[in-house]
Each structure stands twice: as C-alpha cells, then as structure tokens.
C-alpha cells in the first residue's frame, strides 16, 4: 500500500508537463506564483547563456514546481525533459551520504571506527581492477590508518580531492585526518572500497537496493546504462563548446551519479521526508561536524582562513555543506564537472527546498538569483562556491 500511495503521490506531481500557476512560499513567508517564477528563469537563463535547466521548488516537504527548460542538445534541438538523462557529478555524494549511514543504522559500519581496522590486510596490499582501487602509495602513508567514515563524510580525511590533481599524481595523506575540512573526493571513494570490501557487494548493487528501488529512482545508476541512451543531456562548458559524454567511468559514490531531473527530485523529497533513515541518522547527517573558515571551497581561497562565513557558521555535516539561517539549518550540495552544474538546498525545519540541475557551466552565474527569486534564500555561500552572478564578471 505505502508503493501504491508512493506512486500515485509522483505521478500527480510528474505526470504532466503542463502546470496550473500556484502560489509558491517562500523562506521568509512571501511568496511567488508559478508563472512569474517560470518567466524569471526564463530571462535569467537568456541573460546567462544557459543552454538547458531544471529547477524544482519544495514547500511543505514535496515538490510544488518542477520545470526542465532549453535543450539536452543545442546542435539537434532535442528539449530538456523531466526524464531526460543529466550527469549529476558530485550530487552523487549526497546520495551516498544516506547510503553509508543506512549500513551504519544497520550495523554494518561504525562512523568513527579506523576503516583500515574492518580489513584483514592493508588496503594497500589489495589487488585492484580500476584505478581508485589502487591504494599502493599509502603504504608510505601510515596516517590513513587513523582515517574514519565520518572523516571521509565530512571531508577532514586529508586526502586531495583527487589523486591526479597532484604534481606527481600520487595519493597522499595532506594533513592530520580529522583536524581541517578539505573538499576530497577520495575520501568517499576510500570509504566506498572498504564498504565494498566489508559487504562483498560493490556500490551499484547497494545503491540500487537500499536508495534507487526504494525510492523509484529508476533512471538513476553510478554507471552508465544502456536504456540512458536514448534520451540523454550533452554538457557545455564556459564558452558554450559542447562536451563529449563520458560513459565508461566505474562506479564512484563520490562523483559518477547518473539520474534524471524527476528521479533526483524524488531524493531531495525523499530527505526533506526524512525517508530511507531514522530520524536521527537526519540529525546526524545535517548536524555540523567542522567549521569552515577558508575564503572559496577551492583554489588558493581555500588555503585563505578568516571569518568570511561566520555569518551563517559555515560547516560541514556528513555528505552535506551545512549553514545557519533565521530559519533554520539549511543542507546543501553541489555538482559540477562535465559541463554540467548542479546545486541542492533544503532547510528541514521548513520543509522547503531547492533543486537546480542544468548542462551548462554558465548556470552557476545565474544560481545566486534563481534561489533569491525562488526561496528567498539570500543564506548560500555563493562567492565561497564562486558562483559569482554573471552580471557581476
């Protein structure tokens, strides 16, 4: 019955494309009709040279606009549809943030247990299949010992974002894991190998049955699929060049999520309900874990510490960027790679919420507008995630 009702709940709000105007509130109470919100993207999308966009509006814990707009493929004209395939770059890490504490809820894994201590041998004595698997360069690094899940969740683990961002493309411990946040993408990716390693079940099989099927996310994959291939979006970098598709990446929780603009909706639903976990995994997720002091997320702002975000107590949670706001925590992830930029916010309190997905790099000169335009949300970190407004360059 709760299936049923699941299904019948979506398909009121995605089975058609045509939508009557409604009212949408705001964080601080006002609010915007439908259309007025529609025209506004259009001309913010016009004005930023955004090639193709989906934005979604949460009230009350459920979605009550979702609208794609331009083209997946600008030389064929191909629309952006709700069930189009779009690369959700590091949108994948939310997702995977539920996923993991889902097995800590089920005993699988504890957060502040040594990773290493669940193998039997040092990672790096394992044989490997792709490259993030390798973890040969880490027998000279014996702090990764001390590495937890909740490091890795929280980004204090030490490692770089990726391995091949460094002079000699090796994989290293930068800084005393747990003492500084530094955005790390194998971090979630040692975390991913060891869940693997502990289960005996790789990402793609975990995913799909604790988060995808549950959820009806079933445009949804860490890996390329052949049924994706029908209907998928083209991504476009700052001048506008079209961006070959990747498709054969192995599944990474950290960055290889492929969906829909429906199917990550469904997600963002799924949290604001607080769905798949107990309410205190929620509190957990969304609770901050380190303060964040540096000047931008990456680049050399992130090596700048003062009190740039005080104002809103800048953290981050497990999986989540966390902030204050008059209204409450609010949670938020981004996307960017490929061409595509993607960015999430929800603030539980309030039920209310944003979902920005789009394939063009350009969008990020237009996020600070659509969530003061959508939500009022005038509390996002805009200028340490550089999104810097595209009249402003």
Known sequence: MKKLLLFIFFAGIFGSSAQNSVLIKKLDGSTISSDSLTKKIEKLMKNGDVKGLGVAVFNSKKPVYIKTFGYSDIESKKQLELQTNLYGASLSKAVFAVLVLKLVEEGVLDLDKPLQSYLPKPIYEYEHKVWHEDYKDLKDNPQYTK??????????????????????????????????????????????????????????????????????????????????????????????????????????????????????????????????????????????????????????????????????????????????????????????????????????????????????????????????????????PWEWDQYIPYDAK
């Open 147 to 380: 590495i937890t899940a909740r490091m890795c969740l929280d980004h204090t683990a030490g490692f770089p974002n990726w391995r091949w961002f460094e002079s000699d493309e090796k994989l290293r411990v930068k800084f005393e894991p747990g003492t500084r946040y530094s955005y790390s993408g194998e971090g979630l990716t040692y975390l991913q190998v060891v869940i693997e390693k502990i289960t005996g079940k790789p990402l793609e099989e975990l995913a799909q049955e604790k988060i995808f099927k549950p959820l009806g996310m079933a445009s949804s994959s860490y890996k390329w699929q052949p049924q994706f291939e029908k209907d998928f979006a083209y991504g476009y970098d700052t001048e506008g060049k079209k961006q070959e598709k990747d498709k054969d990446n192995a599944p990474r929780g950290a960055g290889t999520l492929e969906t829909t603009f429906e199917d990550y909706s469904k997600f963002i639903t799924a949290v604001l309900n607080k769905k798949i976990l107990k309410a205190k995994s929620y509190k957990e997720m969304f609770s901050p874990q380190i303060r964040i002091h540096s000047k931008n997320q990456f680049g050399p702002g992130a090596l700048e510490d003062e009190n740039w975000n005080d104002g809103i107590e800048l953290s981050y949670g497990l999986g989540w960027g966390i902030l204050k706001s008059p209204y409450g925590v609010g949670a938020f992830k981004e996307g960017q790679g490929s061409g595509f930029q993607n960015y999430s916010i929800v603030y539980p309190e309030k039920g209310i919420g944003m979902l920005i997905m789009s394939n063009s790099y350009s969008t990020s000169g237009i996020i600070k507008y659509l969530l003061e335009t959508g939500i009022a949300d005038t509390y996002t």
